[in-house]
Nanobody, 118 residues
Framework: VQLQACGGGLVQAGGSLRLSCAASGRTSMTYDMGWFRQAPGKEREFVSS????????YYGDSVKGRFTISRDIAKNTMYLQMNSLKSEDTAIYYCALREYYGANYEYWGQGTQVTVSS
């Protein structure tokens, strides 16, 4: 499985961005996909995840009400709509995929930089 993330960039506080993560290869076993982020000097943080079948979604407390995760099964692509961005959202955002409930995320994308200027 290969993951390709894109959509990052520079945006002013209060603005919006939409990230995409396209999966290729053996994706038929996907259980869920998620977004994580890591800011300089900080540990990696869970942002959001979505179950591939059913579409149940989950969010970290810091992004609830501002970010929305979605997926397009036909395109094997996951999205993260980020609204009301804050300077503390600045980080490298990574997408990840796992094939089994409870497993660690086995596959990771290369990361896309999101910078929010205040």
């Amino acid at each position: 499985v290969q993951l390709q993330a894109c959509g990052g960039g520079l945006v002013q506080a209060g603005g919006s961005l939409r990230l995409s993560c396209a999966a290729s290869g053996r994706t038929s076993m996907t259980y869920d996909m998620g977004w994580f982020r890591q800011a300089p000097g900080k540990e990696r943080e869970f942002v959001s995840s979505i179950r591939w079948i059913g579409g149940s979604s989950y969010y970290g407390d810091s992004v609830k009400g501002r970010f929305t995760i979605s997926r397009d099964i036909a395109k094997n692509t996951m999205y993260l709509q980020m609204n009301s961005l804050k300077s503390e959202d600045t980080a490298i955002y990574y997408c990840a995929l796992r094939e089994y409930y409870g497993a660690n995320y086995e596959y990771w994308g290369q990361g896309t930089q999101v910078t929010v200027s205040s």
